[in-house]
């Protein structure tokens, strides 16, 4: 049962443009949500995360957007630049629980 | 500042033979621990988690388990291998639910 799924599993951009990675999520009692990019051969790093009390959450060229009736979040990246070219999990938690959920990725591919 | 540390990088192992892989995190106290599997053109899969010492919980049923013998420190073990079992091994570590968590670099192990 996948939990945080991301229906896309790819998704090629201009350098410049905007890039848009999408995830929904099943569990209602998810209240904790986190972006992840990951190289090859190298652990996830952490981007950015939301609570579900908030609907937005900025950090500089990246955004995330939290719709929780349709239980979607999405990430927003611009400028994309090639250097944002990697694989992006998005993840979900509860806040009084322990586990965190990760989708199966989104492989962004920036073209210069 | 938290660091984690993971190892080996690598690892070639034959079918049948045991596992072990080690995970220490420095500059936190009572972490949650986490170890993941990402197989190829798969997501993040939750393998275990722990909340304290002895105290492990294991989401999949495998031929694979973890221990945590001291307050930042898990292993993941198997007596036997499977080919199966081939993946990249991710250990994370966070301070509970609604938190990031911290990946390590993670272990690329191939059974062959």
């Known amino acids: 049962d996948q939990q945080v799924k991301q229906n896309s599993p790819s998704l090629s951009v201009q350098e410049g443009r905007i890039s848009i990675l999408n995830c929904d999520y099943t569990n209602s009692m998810f209240d904790y949500f986190l972006w992840y990019k990951k190289y090859p051969a190298e652990g996830p790093t952490f981007l950015i995360s939301i609570s579900s009390i908030k609907d937005k959450n900025e950090d500089g060229r990246f955004t995330v957007f939290l719709n929780k009736s349709a239980k979607h979040l999405s990430l927003h990246i611009v400028p994309s630049q090639p250097g944002d070219s990697a694989v992006y999990f998005c993840a979900a938690s509860e806040s009084s629980g322990d586990k965190l959920t990760f989708g199966t990725g989104t492989r962004l591919a920036v073209r210069p | 500042s938290q660091t984690i540390h993971q190892w080996p990088a690598t690892l070639v192992q034959p079918v049948g033979s045991p596992l072990s892989l080690e995970c220490t995190v420095e500059?936190?106290?009572?972490?949650?621990l986490y170890w993941y599997r990402q197989a190829a053109g798969r997501g993040l899969q939750l393998l275990f988690y722990s909340v304290g010492i002895g105290q492990i919980s294991s989401e999949v049923p495998q031929n694979l388990s973890a221990s945590r013998p001291q307050d930042r420190q898990f292993i993941l073990s198997s007596k036997k291998l499977l080919l199966s079992d081939s993946g990249f091994y991710l250990c994370?570590?966070?301070?509970?639910?609604?938190?990031?968590?911290?990946f390590g670099q993670g272990t690329r192990l191939t059974v062959v």
């Open positions: 994370a570590w966070n301070l509970g639910g609604g938190t990031e968590a911290f």
């Open positions: 500059g936190t106290s009572n972490p949650n």
